[in-house]
């Protein structure tokens, strides 16, 4: 996102517009919907929404610290070698590739032959992740998010509720107060 074309934008949209006579006539309420309608038309302007796929998938039962750490390793060394372009950069990434995959095959190596050692005996221990794996569990579903979009929504439009009922009966916003307060910031600013 272009930040100086959004902060132009904003500076140039009915809120920064208004001056001090027009607000002393505005409610709360019409000026909450000028500031929701301007930043949502700016934002939808300079970050269009856009749709993603997510896929939940849960981490291997063999990935371990070691796994994560090789993981963090390589990606740093890729990060190095896409800024230098060097050689030797290259060649370091590409190693640590290959030592990765490796380890990544000897883990999940370790890991089945000690799950088949350890539960030889017990048909029902051996076959339970077995069939996780081949997905002949009885809930293949996907978990769903603890978090959705339809949530998140609800929590602000509850919150706004909220804030408007409690400011009703409130007294309106005094102006001349912020303002004489700016004007004393920009004075102790300015050494006046």
């Not at 890991?111 to 350890?118: G, H, L, P, Q, V």
Request: glycine share 2%; proline share 4%; with cysteine.
């Amino acid at each position: 996102m272009d930040r100086a074309a959004f902060n132009s934008a904003l500076l140039s949209s009915p809120l920064c517009a208004c001056s001090e006579d027009e607000l002393h006539h505005v409610t709360s309420t019409e000026l909450f919907d000028v500031y929701d309608a301007t930043l949502r038309r700016i934002a939808d302007d300079h970050a269009p929404a856009s749709t993603t796929v997510q896929r939940i998938r849960p981490l291997s039962q063999w990935f371990d610290g070691d796994c994560r750490m090789s993981r963090r390793k390589t990606r740093q060394l890729e990060r190095r070698y896409r800024r230098s372009f060097s050689d030797a950069d290259r060649a370091a990434w590409i190693a640590q590739v290959k030592s990765m995959h490796t380890l990544f095959q000897h883990e999940e190596n370790l890991y089945w032959t000690t799950c088949i050692a350890s539960n030889a005996g017990n048909q029902k221990k051996l076959w339970r992740p077995l069939s996780s794996i081949l997905r002949r569990d009885k809930d293949s579903s996907t978990p769903t998010p603890l978090l959705t979009a339809v949530k998140l929504s609800q929590f602000f439009i509850d919150k706004i509720d909220a804030v408007r009922a409690d400011t009703e009966n409130s007294d309106p916003p005094n102006f001349h107060a912020y303002a004489r307060k700016r004007s004393r910031l920009r004075c102790v600013r300015s050494q006046c």
